[in-house]
């Protein structure tokens, strides 16, 4: 065999057993990086809103399928504050400016439903949520 075709079935192994499977993984779960990444800008955006890192619990983002659209990045963050652990706030992040701001929705245990509206029961809600 010529080297230029060894070389070439070794591209193809590599891309049809590895590259294959990560871009499925990629899509269905969300790349560890990019969590990374919107856990640490969360953190930053809740910082320059006024927060100390000591208010919040746990900032924990993921990757949500039903966040990826043509405006928000499919890449999400739940965040729980110490003053108001059973409750968890949404952050998304925008595609174009790339800027944080928290979603509206949130499971409401009285009704057993999602829903959407401010209230001022959620102490970190913030009124122009999306």
Not at 35 to 62: C, F, I, P, R
Not at 93 to 108: A, L, M, P, V
Request: proline share 2%.
């Amino acid at each position: 065999m010529k080297k230029n075709t060894k070389r070439l079935i070794v591209i193809i192994f590599i891309l049809v057993f590895i590259g294959v499977p990560l871009l499925i993984y990629d899509g269905l779960k969300g790349n560890p990086v990019r969590s990374l990444l919107m856990e640490n800008a969360t953190k930053e955006y809740l910082l320059g809103a006024g927060y100390n890192a000591d208010d919040w619990l746990q900032v924990d983002a993921h990757y949500g399928m039903k966040w990826n659209t043509g405006r928000i990045k499919g890449t999400v963050a739940n965040v729980i504050f110490k003053d108001e652990p059973e409750e968890e706030y949404l952050y998304v992040q925008w595609r174009d400016s790339g800027e944080i701001q928290q979603s509206c929705e949130y499971f409401n245990k009285d009704t057993d439903a999602y829903e959407v509206e401010y209230t001022e029961k959620r102490i970190h809600m913030v009124k122009d949520c999306y």
